[in-house]
Nanobody, 121 residues
Framework: EVQLVESGGGLVQAGGSLRLSCAASGFPFEAYAIGWFRQAPGKEREGVSCISPSDGSTYYGDSVEGRFTVSSDNAENTVYLQMNSPMPEETAVYYC??????????????WGQGTQVTVSS
């Protein structure tokens, strides 16, 4: 059974930092890309970042490029999202998802339950 479990969310001040984790199990970790998405109330889901653990290639949404960093620990089947200098408008539920390809518009059939990130001003 595919399982993705996010953790690390919470309250952070604007300009601070926060690290989210996504622990994966039930599938060959390096065969899939892991994406981070977020959804704020009343807004559409937005792709934040993606990593292919097989080769370490990474992708970022334009709004987070240069501030957020995605990484993977293949030994622990875990992907991290380091959020630096988050902004209040980035308050949302953050989800990780698995898919064969690192494409924000992909099917992304497997999702975690999400972790709330609240950025205070």
């Amino acid at each position: 059974e595919v399982q993705l479990v996010e953790s690390g969310g919470g309250l952070v001040q604007a300009g601070g930092s926060l690290r989210l984790s996504c622990a994966a199990s039930g599938f060959p970790f390096e065969a899939y890309a892991i994406g981070w998405f977020r959804q704020a109330p009343g807004k559409e889901r937005e792709g934040v970042s993606c990593i292919s653990p097989s080769d370490g290639s990474t992708y970022y949404g334009d709004s987070v490029e240069g501030r957020f960093t995605v990484s993977s620990d293949n030994a622990e089947n875990t992907v991290y999202l380091q959020m630096n200098s988050p902004m209040p408008e980035e308050t949302a539920v953050y989800y990780c998802a698995a898919d064969p390809f690192c494409t924000f518009g992909g099917s992304w059939k497997s999702w975690g339950q999400g972790t709330q990130v609240t950025v205070s001003s």
